[in-house]
């Protein structure tokens, strides 16, 4: 499968932004998805993940009430909806595919879009 991120921005902190990643191929059901990010100078960390049915989400505490995310089987698509944003989300964004269970490690997940950039000023 193929992964295109896109949604990322610069915005105020306290402000908003919805990511999407839109995934290529028939078999996006099949995929447990995942955002991570990465800041500068930072190694990449886990922000949330949502199961193949998208019945179960997780999320780091760091985004935990602040962000959300969700999928649309029907447009192959993953979205992360970030709310009340703060200076230290500023990362690049990336998804993922994982063909097994969700997981917050990105070891597991085989397939990444190309990251987008979230840029929150103070």
């Known amino acids: 499968v193929q992964l295109q991120a896109s949604g990322g921005g610069l915005v105020q902190a306290g402000g908003s932004l919805r990511l999407s990643c839109a995934a290529s191929?028939?078999?996006?059901?099949?995929?447990?998805m995942g955002w991570f990010r990465q800041a500068p100078g930072k190694e990449r960390e886990f922000v949330a993940a949502?199961?193949?049915?998208?019945?179960?989400?997780y999320y780091a505490d760091s985004v935990k009430g602040r962000f959300t995310i969700s999928r649309d089987d029907a447009r192959n698509t993953v979205y992360l909806q970030m709310n009340s944003l703060k200076p230290n989300d500023t990362a690049v964004y990336y998804c993922?595919?994982?063909?097994?269970?969700?997981?917050?490690?990105?070891?597991?997940?085989?397939?990444w879009g190309q990251g987008t950039q979230v840029t929150v000023s103070s």
């Open positions: 993922a595919a994982s063909e097994g269970v969700v997981r917050r490690t990105d070891s597991f997940y085989r397939f």
């Open positions: 191929g028939r078999t996006f059901s099949t995929y447990s």
């Open positions: 949502i199961t193949r049915s998208g019945g179960a989400q």
